[in-house]
Structure formats: structure tokens, C-alpha cells
Nanobody, 121 residues
Framework: QVQLMESGGRLVQPGGSLRLSCTAS????????MNWYRQPPGKGLELVAA???????DYVDSVKGRFTVSRDNAKNTAFLQMDNLKTEDTAAYFC???????????????WGQGTQVTVSS
């Protein structure tokens, strides 16, 4: 059984920085996409940052130049470095991985439990 464990969310002042991490554990044979979503209070889920196993990344326009997604494939871990945080970045952040759980088999999607980021003075 695969689980994703997130950490790093907390209260931070505008202009500050945070680093979120998400580690997958369990029977894992490979991970393709390691993505980050967020859900602001009262709003829907939004894809914030995406990364492929080859290191290709993409971002929603509102975070470009401020957020950086990275990954450590050997440790099944993704990171989201968030700089120059704004109040509108306040949200629950979720990691979302595409994981191969059987040898030479298909991939399945898994979600982290979420970590709260609050940007406020």
C-alpha cells in the first residue's frame, strides 16, 4: 500500500518563504509525475506545479518566478520551494504522484493528505 506524507506548511508573513516536501512510501517501482495542487478557502482545486521523472517542470502563471518544484527520485520525494509568498497563496497544498506499484505494471494516482499554508501578517 502506497502512502504520501507531506510536511512543511505553516503560518508565514507575506514575502516569506516555505519549503513543502512530500515523500511516497510503500511498494514503489517508479514514479512519473510528481505534482502539487492547492485549494484556497472556498475555492476549487488548482494545479500549481508539475514535474516529470525527467525533470521537466511547469507552473501556473500566478506562481511563475516564485515557486520551484524539484524532486529526489532516489528518495521518492518531491519539494515545492515557495518564495515571495502572497496572501493569495493561502491554501491547503496537496501532492499528487503517478506511481508504478507492480513490476512492469501500470501506474496509479495517489494524493497526499494536504498541508496548510497560511500567508498573513
Amino acid at each position: 500500500q502506497v502512502q504520501l506524507m507531506e510536511s512543511g506548511g505553516r503560518l508565514v508573513q507575506p514575502g516569506g518563504s516555505l519549503r513543502l516536501s512530500c515523500t511516497a512510501s510503500g511498494r514503489i517501482f517508479g514514479i512519473r509525475a510528481m505534482n502539487w495542487y492547492r485549494q484556497p478557502p472556498g475555492k476549487g482545486l488548482e494545479l500549481v506545479a508539475a514535474s516529470t521523472e525527467r525533470g521537466v517542470t511547469d507552473y501556473v502563471d500566478s506562481v511563475k518566478g516564485r515557486f520551484t518544484v524539484s524532486r529526489d527520485n532516489a528518495k521518492n520525494t518531491a519539494f515545492l520551494q515557495m518564495d515571495n509568498l502572497k496572501t493569495e497563496d493561502t491554501a491547503a497544498y496537496f501532492c499528487h504522484f503517478n506511481i508504478q506499484t507492480v513490476p512492469n505494471g501500470g501506474y496509479s494516482l495517489y494524493w497526499g493528505q494536504g498541508t496548510q499554508v497560511t500567508v498573513s501578517s
